[in-house]
Nanobody, 127 residues
């Protein structure tokens, strides 16, 4: 059974940092590209960042470029998202997802969202 368990969210002030984790099980982790999505209050789920199976290729949404860093540890079957210089508009529930391929194209990840989603982790940026 595929399981994706996100953690690391919380309440942080604007300008602060958080590091999210996604523990994966039930599939061969390093066979898949991985991505982060988020869903803010009253908004649709949106792409945040993705990385290839080996972590060498990375893609970021314009809204987080230069502030967020995606990484993965294939030995621990874990995906990470380091979030720095957080803004109030980053407030959302963050989810990780797996993909069969990596493309330098946000639309690929938006169009091929699969059926496996974790419970998400809440990030709230507020003073």
């Amino acid at each position: 059974e595929v399981q994706l368990v996100e953690s690391g969210g919380g309440l942080v002030q604007p300008g602060g940092s958080l590091r999210l984790s996604c523990a994966a099980s039930g599939f061969t982790f390093d066979d898949y590209a991985m991505a982060w999505f988020r869903q803010g209050p009253g908004k649709e789920r949106e792409f945040v960042s993705a990385t290839s199976w080996n972590g060498y290729s990375k893609l970021y949404a314009d809204s987080v470029k230069g502030r967020f860093t995606i990484s993965r540890d294939n030995k621990r079957n874990t995906l990470f998202l380091q979030m720095d210089s957080l803004k109030s508009e980053d407030t959302a529930v963050y989810y990780c997802a797996k993909f069969s391929a990596f493309h330098y194209d946000e639309s690929y990840f938006n169009d091929h969202q699969g059926d496996y989603w974790g419970q998400g982790t809440q990030v709230t940026v507020s003073s």
